[in-house]
């Protein structure tokens, strides 16, 4: 069974930067797709940034520029870089493991990590 651990968030002033980071256990990492989500008060969980198996990456509009994701497969962690925060950057973010398995889909979670942006 796939176990997520976020660790990283917290509270940063307007224009500061946080490296999120999360650690995968329970399955071989590098063949999953990993990708960070956030969700904010009120709003509905969102894609932000994604990374391939293979290494390439996607990125929402909102963060395209100031977020950066990678992976360390030896470390079986990926990161989110998080640079010129911004108040509505404010929210709850996730990681999330994904790969197609016999033509079944399997997303796993972590609990989250909060990110407060605030002067």
């Known amino acids: 069974q796939v176990q997520l651990v ?7 002033q307007p224009g500061g930067s946080l490296r999120l980071s999360c650690a995968h256990s329970g399955s071989i990492f590098s063949i ?11 709003k509905q969980r969102e894609l932000l940034a994604a990374i391939t198996s293979g290494g390439g990456t996607d990125y929402a509009d909102s963060v395209k ?3 950066t994701i990678s992976r ?17 950057d404010t929210a709850v973010y996730y990681c ?7 033509g079944v889909v399997l997303d796993y979670w972590g609990q989250g990590t909060q990110v407060t942006v605030s002067s």
């Open 32 to 42: 999953y797709a990993m990708g960070w989500y956030r969700q904010a008060p009120g």
């Open 65 to 67: 520029g100031r977020f």
């Open 72 to 88: 360390d497969n030896a470390k079986n962690t990926v990161y989110l870089q998080m640079n010129s925060l911004k108040p509505e």
């Open 96 to 102: 999330n493991a994904h790969r197609v398995r016999g």
């Open 6 to 12: 976020e660790s990283g968030g917290g509270l940063v």
